[in-house]
């Protein structure tokens, strides 16, 4: 049995669509009506009794048993068109990202009034989904240097923490607490496949380890250095090292890259860093700690008619270090802004 407003025919639009605004519509239910006057609406959520009366009145509450609306997973586009328009769906149905089983959203403010809406429309077409949030500004904008964002959980459970699967691998995090991407699993992927066993591979900007981790499980006889700045990224790190039993190749290291690698004293065939908005202040220090023919993995956002400019810097800040620098190629990572992507540049120092 669920609580229904029972409301007259001709207010019966108007009322669905204040529900729906206000969250308050069960969307998980058909909708009811008896045989001559009145729509049975299910509700749902803390909605306010004297508000409904007030705005439609001769309404009235009642428990009733209305089914589940019969929905497949998969269905999502079918449940969210009751809700927005094709445009409005296929938007956000491209930006929206599952890390474990939490499902993020990026839903624009003009849509606000429909999050919740949105956010069962999503529980209730993915089985597996037990948390549905939206991001909350850019990337950056909670903790600049940790690079973390808020979120506000629309439905499910009071959690950001959750075990990711990717490759093979599983990863605990927080998002709150730490930066995870899913969108880069191709890239992790591409560059492992590239590792040859027995290089000493750095990842400047490790994170809970996602890059260091799928090398170290696509190939296992190399060694890498992983370092992060943030205490509980590294945590995650740990932990996820221990539990996918890869602590035979990797070494977390809590600190700024800019301390620890002159104290390592060491030199990388291969160099990794992920962390697009700041490397160019730390090529330098990537070219420093190259072996002679390290390839560097440099992840840059750059605009399509400024890719020349780039690879032109980078040649530059090579020979400032003595060396040379041979780009071997420029892929397309990510999108980021109209015509401005996440390029990654693969280097051969020399
Ligand atoms: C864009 S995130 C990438 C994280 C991870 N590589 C991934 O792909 O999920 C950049 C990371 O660099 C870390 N970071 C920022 N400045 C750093 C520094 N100076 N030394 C080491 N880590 C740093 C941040 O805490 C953040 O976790």
Redesign the pocket.
């Known amino acids: 049995m669920v609580v229904c407003l029972k409301v007259k025919k001709q207010d019966g639009e108007a009322a669905k669509n204040f529900l729906r605004e206000k969250g308050w519509l069960d969307t998980e239910r058909v909708l009811g009506k008896t045989e001559l006057r009145y729509l049975i609406l299910p509700i749902t959520g803390t909605f306010d009794k004297h508000i409904l009366l007030k705005k439609f009145p001769g309404s009235k509450f009642e428990e009733k048993n209305l089914p589940l609306v019969p929905v497949h997973s998969g269905d999502l586009k079918h449940l969210l068109k009751n809700i927005l328009t094709e445009e409005q769906i296929n938007e956000l149905v491209r930006s929206y990202d599952v890390v474990g089983d939490i499902a993020i959203l990026d839903i624009p403010p003009k849509l606000n009034k429909l999050a919740v809406s949105i956010a069962w429309a999503f529980k209730r077409s993915m089985q597996y989904i037990n948390v549905v949030a939206r991001k909350i500004g850019k990337v950056g904008s909670a903790d600049d240097?940790?690079?973390l964002r808020n979120y506000e959980i629309l439905t499910g459970e009071k959690r950001m923490e959750t075990m990711h699967k990717e490759a093979g691998i599983t990863m605990h995090v927080d998002l709150e607490k730490?930066?995870?991407?899913p969108r880069?699993s191709h890239e992790r992927e591409r560059v492992a496949n590239l590792v040859k066993n027995g290089e000493q591979v750095l990842v400047?900007?490790?994170?809970?380890g996602?890059?260091a981790l799928t090398i170290a499980q696509k190939k296992p006889q190399t060694q890498i250095t992983a370092?992060?700045?943030?205490p509980d990224?590294v945590r995650f790190m740990e932990e996820n090292v221990r539990t996918n039993r890869l602590g035979f190749a990797i070494n977390p290291i809590l600190g700024?890259?800019?301390e620890i690698l002159p104290k390592l004293n060491k030199k990388f065939d291969r160099i990794i860093m992920?962390?697009p908005e700041k490397n160019w202040n730390f090529l330098d220090l990537a070219i420093k700690n190259a072996n002679k023919n390290c390839t560097v993995h440099f992840y840059a956002f750059v605009h399509e008619d400024k890719l020349k400019e780039a690879e032109e810097k980078i040649k530059k800040a090579a020979q400032k270090e003595g060396r040379k620098a041979e780009v071997l190629r420029v892929l397309k990572a990510g999108s980021y802004a109209p015509r401005t992507w996440r390029y990654v540049f693969d280097i051969k120092i020399k």
């Open positions: 240097k940790y690079r730490a930066y995870f991407s880069s400047m900007f490790a994170g809970i996602p890059y370092i992060e700045i943030n990224a700024d890259v800019i992920p962390f």
